[in-house]
């Protein structure tokens, strides 16, 4: 009826008002004044029902926002000036709240982020991790070739296609350098004897891996994951987060293909350095030329004990994992 109508467009056009304002004030809603409000009259009115659910929104667009580094500039500060632990527990807080609104039918299209979430990354990297044993790297390579194998069971290779993940190399390579705790970059790694400059220092090996494809790279984080049960203290986050930071994406040959990289071996405990305030000096570069080819030398003399540091961004695309499907 006609009245009903009004009535309608009456509390639409109230709701609207309300949504304005709430949006308007949407930084500072914070679910603890929605209780507040919800504790002085015990129901839950539409309107604060609405509000709640705008700033829910709000909340997975500034996760949204966050994950693509959009974050504007006020927030970093802010964030910049948080002790670490503080950062730390947010970023698992809101890893958390991602992992939430994951369809786990969904994992196959999951994101390089959301994987991360999935496998409870950011809670896992704030624990202290041991150096890998070479048992431990053995059976990482072992558990790879049986991966491999039953990929390309369960799907073979279409037309000799190129393989969707591969050994890089038959060589093999002993570098000058050894594992270490490195305080807050994890573990590392450190001269064990002294380096000259121009030396080369590292190279990809028999234990470099290539992908690809996104999807098999995520299939094998997921195998991984889930290798000794689906159950919930079976899963391997511990190895399964290990092997997500230490994979990259780079170029095998300029202009050729992007493909996932990483090494099955102490090769993947190099930390970064950059020429940048804040860090601390790279004294290894990769390729001799612009083009970094695999191979990594010594720009300076290194001493005995000296931390291998190396900047990401000559070989690694830090930002391409969308364009690899991930
Ligand atoms: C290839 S891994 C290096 C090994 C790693 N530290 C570990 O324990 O597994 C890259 C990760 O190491 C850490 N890392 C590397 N360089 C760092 C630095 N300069 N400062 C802080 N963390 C760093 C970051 O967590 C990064 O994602």
Redesign the pocket.
């Known amino acids: 009826s006609p009245s009903t109508k009004k009535r309608h467009e009456e509390y639409e056009s109230k709701l609207a008002n309300a949504l304005t304002h709430y949006a308007s004030h949407i930084g500072s809603v914070t679910t603890s004044s929605h209780q507040a409000l919800l504790e002085e009259d015990g129901t839950m009115h539409e309107l604060e029902f609405a509000a709640m659910a705008i700033a829910n929104e709000m909340n997975r667009l500034s996760l949204i926002r966050y994950r693509l580094g959009l974050d504007d500039d006020e927030e970093e500060e802010e964030e910049e000036s948080e002790p670490n632990s503080q950062l730390d527990t947010a970023d698992i807080e809101k890893e958390a709240m991602i992992k939430d609104s994951l369809d786990p039918e969904e994992w196959y299209a999951y994101s390089y982020w959301e994987l991360h979430a999935y496998f409870s990354c950011a809670a896992e990297?704030i624990k202290s991790?041991p150096i890998p044993t070479p048992e431990r790297w053995n059976d990482l390579r072992s558990f790879y070739h049986e991966f491999v194998q039953q990929d390309l069971q369960d799907w073979p290779l279409q037309n000799e296609n190129e393989p969707r993940s591969y050994i890089y190399t038959d060589v093999s390579y002993d570098p000058p350098m050894e594992p270490f705790q490195?305080g807050?970059?994890?573990?590392?790694l450190k001269a064990n004897r002294r380096i000259e400059k121009g030396e080369l220092v590292f190279r990809a090996t028999n234990n470099t891996i290539i992908f690809t494809h996104g999807h098999t790279w995520r299939k094998f984080l997921f195998a991984l994951y889930e290798r000794h049960g689906e159950e919930e203290h079976q899963l391997d986050s511990e190895t399964t987060c290990?092997v997500l930071?230490?994979s990259w994406i780079q170029r095998l040959v300029p202009r050729g293909p992007l493909v996932i990289v990483m090494d099955l071996d102490n090769g993947?405990?190099?930390?970064?350095?950059r020429e940048d305030e804040g860090?601390?000096d790279p004294n290894v570069k990769c390729g001799k030329e612009d083009w970094c080819d695999f191979e990594y030398y010594a720009i300076k003399d290194i001493e005995v004990g000296e931390e291998i540091l190396c900047d990401y961004r000559e070989f690694a695309m830090l930002n391409a994992w969308v364009d690899m499907g991930l």
């Open positions: 990297f991790k490195s807050f970059k994890g573990r590392g290990d930071v230490w993947s405990l190099m930390n970064e350095g860090w601390e």
